[in-house]
């Protein structure tokens, strides 16, 4: 039986980027002491993981991009980040304004003015900031969760430095560089026969939260592979056909969320599932007309930062 068609034309909140990362410049060993001096460049400081905003009503919303002058100046184990050049010609800064990302102590965040102070997190923001700012605190937030679980050597434990101006670790006793990872994840919009949605509801969440089933990747697997094998752990159900649709960043703490839909195999009872009970704790089939009733009355759904949010959308609008 043939898949119904689904065509996938959702903008991804947190794959919008307007900055070239300028990865040349990294390999200077002196480029963060030149561009905190430099007064054209710009920082974004993190706290907590969460960034500081621009005071005010802007709207959208805008990180607040300050001269390093206003901040504290950055210590030996300060985790500074070049994040690259801004080529965005609707910001506030010139095209080719250097920006950094500096993370500050909790005395550092409490010491600013508290009247221009505010600090909110991607998950508040991802849906309402501009492209570029959207990708600016992506990329600076997936880096400084990087450093803050790989501060030691996974070969041999000693503690590892910052280079390359935030992009590599180097063991201080073996000399090994660590490269910031990001871990691939697959979630998947499944439909049956009668083209109803699978939604499960995770064992961490409200009971009454559900979303799309997902899973990370495992060595020596292919997406596809992790598709039908995630599918099968979660809920039970032997799933065919599945097809890419787009992927996004999801920096909690470092993932990248390939989305796939995928339809249950012709001679798998759509009505046998079992969901693993570790993980996936309810599973429920909806067409369109419950799934909108549900949401109206009792379900909730992923939020509008998510992939899973912009899937379900385009599955509801078909």
């Not at 990362?21 to 706290?47: P, S």
């Not at 995770?202 to 979303?211: C, I, P, Q």
């Amino acid at each position: 039986m043939d898949a119904p068609s689904f065509e996938f034309t959702a903008r991804l909140p947190l794959s919008r980027y307007l900055v070239d990362r300028d990865h040349e410049a990294r390999a200077r060993a002196d480029l963060i002491a030149i561009l905190w001096a430099d007064t054209a460049t710009r920082v974004v400081a993190l706290w907590n993981g969460k960034a500081l905003v621009r005071p005010g009503e802007a709207s959208p919303p805008q990180l607040a991009c300050v001269p390093a002058a206003n901040l504290p100046a950055p210590g030996a184990d300060t985790i500074v980040l070049y994040l690259g050049r801004s080529v965005d010609p609707q910001a506030a800064e010139p095209v080719g304004t250097p920006l950094l990302a500096v993370e500050l102590t909790e005395e550092q965040a409490l010491d600013l003015d508290p009247e221009v102070t505010h600090w909110q997190s991607l998950r508040d923001l991802a849906a309402v900031l501009g492209d570029r700012d959207t990708g600016v605190f992506v990329e600076a937030l997936g880096l400084r969760n990087w450093h803050h679980s790989h501060r030691f050597c996974p070969r041999c434990g000693a503690p590892a430095s910052i280079e390359s101006a935030g992009w590599v670790r180097r063991c201080t006793a073996c000399g090994s560089q660590i490269f910031p990872r990001t871990d691939p994840a697959v979630i998947m919009l499944i439909t049956d026969a009668a083209d109803r949605l699978l939604l499960g509801s995770n064992a961490l969440w409200e009971n009454n939260r559900y979303s799309l089933l997902a899973g990370f990747v495992e060595p020596g697997e292919s997406l596809e592979a992790a598709v039908v094998r995630e599918s099968f752990e979660e809920s039970g159900l032997r799933v065919t056909d599945a097809t890419y649709l787009g992927s996004q960043p999801w920096p909690f703490p470092a993932s990248i969320m390939c989305g796939f839909t995928a339809r249950v195999a012709d001679d798998q009872d759509p009505t046998a599932l079992a969901p693993d009970g570790a993980e996936i704790l309810d599973l429920r089939w909806f067409t369109r007309p419950e799934l909108r009733a549900a949401e109206a009355s009792w379900l909730m759904l992923p939020g509008p930062s998510s992939i899973a949010h912009a899937m379900i959308e385009q599955w509801l609008a078909q």
